[in-house]
């Protein structure tokens, strides 16, 4: 177990649909980040907040958003659902936002769009 | 465009047999080397960090070991409790000057009883 929780585990939704998906970060770290992961594509990393702000951005697309809280939870909102979005989301979180960080990732929540 | 190639796909190996995978790299920026470990369904799981050439870490039945283009996890004597997909990720810095993780797309090890 790596601290790092994420909700739902699993959702199905229907195309042009928007959904919300939910991670709180291990204790202590300030860092989140939001990967994709397909079959064919791997992991793919979208964007990435440090303590409510955002550092880095990804392959993110326009219809897919993020923020972090105060208290340092995050959320990716998808929009306007496509087949494609169809996938496995994981939030990682790590200590700091810079340098070389270990990045600990939650156990993903499984996305289907129909 | 940062670049990170693992081999092969997919390997299976008899309990005890010994063996490398690979993970070579193509990035501007190299700031460090990562080796996580995936179960189906799961999230990945943090196994090394190796940060310049020649460095070695290692865990249990795996070894880690970087050069300047690529990296090799060595599994010693595996046990079928080692059959998961590993993936190797190298941290670089994009062109805004931020960093992110760019993934291998894995390989799928198992290990036969």
């Known amino acids: 177990d790596s601290g790092v929780t994420q909700t739902p585990k699993h959702l199905i939704t229907a195309t042009g649909q928007r959904v919300t998906l939910r991670c709180s970060p291990r204790s202590g770290d300030l860092s989140v980040y939001w990967y994709q992961q397909s079959l064919d594509q791997g992991l793919q990393f979208l964007i990435q907040?440090?303590?409510?702000?955002?550092?880095a951005k990804g392959n993110i697309l326009e219809r897919f958003s993020a923020q972090q809280f105060p208290d340092l939870h995050s959320e990716l909102n998808l929009s306007s659902l496509e087949l494609g979005d169809s996938a496995l989301y994981f939030c990682?979180?790590?200590?700091?936002?810079?340098?070389?960080?270990?990045?600990?990732f939650g156990p993903g929540t499984r996305l289907t769009v129909t | 465009e940062d670049q990170v190639t693992q081999s092969p796909e997919a390997l299976r190996l008899q309990e005890g047999e010994s063996s490398s995978l690979n993970c070579s790299y193509t990035?501007?920026?190299?700031?460090?080397l990562f080796w996580y470990r995936q179960d189906p369904g799961k999230g990945p799981e943090f196994l090394f960090t190796l940060y310049s050439a020649g460095e070695e870490k290692e865990k249990e039945r795996l070894k880690a070991t970087l050069t300047k283009k690529e990296s090799f996890l060595h599994i010693t004597a595996p046990k079928p409790e080692d059959s998961a997909t590993y993936l190797c990720?190298?941290?670089?810095?994009?062109?805004?000057?931020?960093?992110?993780?760019?993934f291998g797309k894995g390989t799928k090890l198992t290990v036969n009883p």
């Open positions: 990682a979180s790590s200590e700091t936002g810079t340098g070389v960080v270990e990045q600990y």
């Open positions: 990035v501007s920026g190299l700031r460090g």
């Open positions: 907040y440090y303590n409510g702000e955002e550092r």
């Open positions: 990720a190298v941290q670089a810095v994009t062109q805004g000057g931020s960093e992110k993780l760019v």
